[in-house]
């Protein structure tokens, strides 16, 4: 039995996190009451309700990708956790490392090189820098947390699969959401089904994930057949990326907590655990592969696996549905 299934930690999990949940939530009613409109951008608040593994960094390069093929410009704020530039900010460059601007912000900069991708605990700052730069949309990652901002359109992911998802707020705070989507593996059997249902309310749809592709460190696709993989991740949920890998010739796998940076030492490690296991290769994330860029892997088979989210309702056109009525001659470059 895994920890998380045992009813005795569970309960006790339960327990210690209400305090945390409560002042969490009154920090947030808090920050509310000073909240701040920002009229010449539309903000898109895409949120979790856990401290992470449901898939928002997908769904954030997902919006993106198909408001840059409407011709939108967008710009995408985060906070940049863990990172150098946390504190005082930045406009995220292609040069610049994991550790100074943090994995999520620098996977979604390698993914779309021409938009602006600004991280900062400050998230008014980096707004008004976004507005500045004559972008019209943003895409505010984990704005939930941010509350002093106001908000027109809420889309959260909610994962009642995963072990953790209600410890870091009270799940009555999915009603203010505009949209939910809950987690279902099954997804691609069932995305025609429409409204699911979830504790509390029922949602406005599922979501689910499907693998791109293997890629090797020159971006290229590469056919595993029935090569041994020995896998790794650093996510809020490992355990959906290992159950991934499973469908594979998974000879082992190695967990690492969220947002970890990666040394010479953990590479070492890997390494030497592929080759214990006789592994043909070492696979991972997308995200954690950005990572490990800065380090010399020639002599490493490393591939990363790219996974696509995918939802049942059209969020593409509801945003652009609202900017519409709202702001239809500001939107577009």
Not at 198 to 214: C, I, L, T
Not at 216 to 238: C, E
Request: with cysteine; glycine share 6%.
């Amino acid at each position: 039995m895994k920890f998380y299934e045992n009813k005795l930690i569970l309960s006790f999990l339960n327990l210690a996190s209400i305090v945390f949940k409560t002042l969490s939530f009154i920090n947030l009613k808090i920050k509310s009451w000073r909240q701040k409109k920002y009229d010449e951008v539309v903000i898109v608040s895409l949120d979790n309700l856990s401290f992470g593994g449901t898939g928002k960094t997908s769904l954030t390069s997902e919006v993106s990708r198909s408001l840059q093929e409407k011709g939108i410009k967008f710009a995408v704020v985060s906070r940049g956790y863990r990172s150098k530039y946390e504190k005082s900010g930045v406009s995220v460059r292609l040069d610049h490392k994991v550790e100074e601007v943090g994995d999520e912000a620098k996977l979604l900069k390698t993914r779309f090189p021409d938009r602006d991708i600004l991280i900062g605990r400050n998230r008014h700052d980096s707004i008004k820098k976004a507005a500045a730069k004559g972008n019209r949309a943003i895409i505010l990652d984990d704005g939930f947390q941010s509350t002093d901002i106001h908000k027109d359109i809420k889309i959260m992911l909610f994962n009642p699969l995963h072990p953790y998802y209600y410890l870091r707020n009270f799940k009555f705070l999915m009603k203010d959401e505009d949209y939910v989507l809950s987690y279902d593996p099954e997804g691609a059997e069932k995305s025609d089904r429409g409204v699911v249902w979830a504790p509390g309310r029922a949602v406005s749809g599922s979501y689910y994930f499907e693998r791109d592709n293997f890629y090797d460190a020159g971006r290229k696709v590469v056919n595993i057949g029935d090569s041994v993989l020995f896998g790794f991740s650093a996510l809020g949920d490992n355990r959906r990326f290992r159950d991934d890998l499973l469908g594979f010739q998974l000879a082992g796998f190695l967990s690492f907590r969220d947002h970890h940076f990666f040394t010479e030492e953990d590479i070492k490690l890997l390494e030497e655990k592929r080759k214990a296991f006789k592994a043909d290769y070492l696979a991972c994330t997308e995200k954690d592969y950005v990572k490990l860029t800065n380090y010399n892997l020639a002599s490493i088979p490393l591939i990363f696996a790219k996974n696509v989210i995918k939802y049942n309702i059209d969020l593409t056109g509801i945003i652009l549905n609202y900017a519409a009525k709202k702001k239809a001659d500001k939107l577009k470059a």
